[in-house]
């Protein structure tokens, strides 16, 4: 059974960082796309980062490039989303998805059957 458990959310003021986590369970972790969407009040699930271990492929929304990293773990079977430079409009609940998809990571969040609980990130002015 497939287990993903998020930690590291919470209240930074803009400028600020903040590293999530993602405990894995369930699946041998480098062989499935995994990332992070996050989801604002009123607003869609949107992909965030998501990488493919296998082949090193990463994606990056594009408000994020150069501000948040992921990365993993594999010997811990954890994802990591470092944010630095946070501001505002990065405030939503975030999620941690997995995919059983070779290659590229898929965009929408229906293509990930597997999610977190999520973790708030809030983002002061």
């Known amino acids: 059974q497939v287990q993903l458990v998020e930690s590291g959310g919470g209240s930074v003021q803009a400028g600020g960082s903040l590293r999530l986590s993602c405990a894995a369970s369930g699946y041998t972790f480098n062989t499935y796309c995994t990332g992070w969407f996050r989801q604002a009040p009123g607003k869609e699930r949107e992909r965030v980062a998501t990488i493919y271990s296998a082949s090193g492929t990463t994606y990056y929304l594009d408000s994020v490039k150069g501000r948040f990293t992921i990365s993993e773990d594999n010997s811990k079977n954890t994802l990591y989303l470092q944010m630095n430079s946070l501001k505002p409009e990065d405030t939503a609940m975030y999620y941690c998805?997995?995919?059983?998809?070779?290659?590229?990571?898929?965009?929408?969040?229906?293509?990930?059957?597997?999610w977190g609980q999520g973790t708030q990130v809030t983002v002061s002015s």
């Open positions: 998805a997995a995919s059983r998809t070779a290659g590229l990571c898929p965009g929408y969040s229906y293509s990930y059957p597997y």
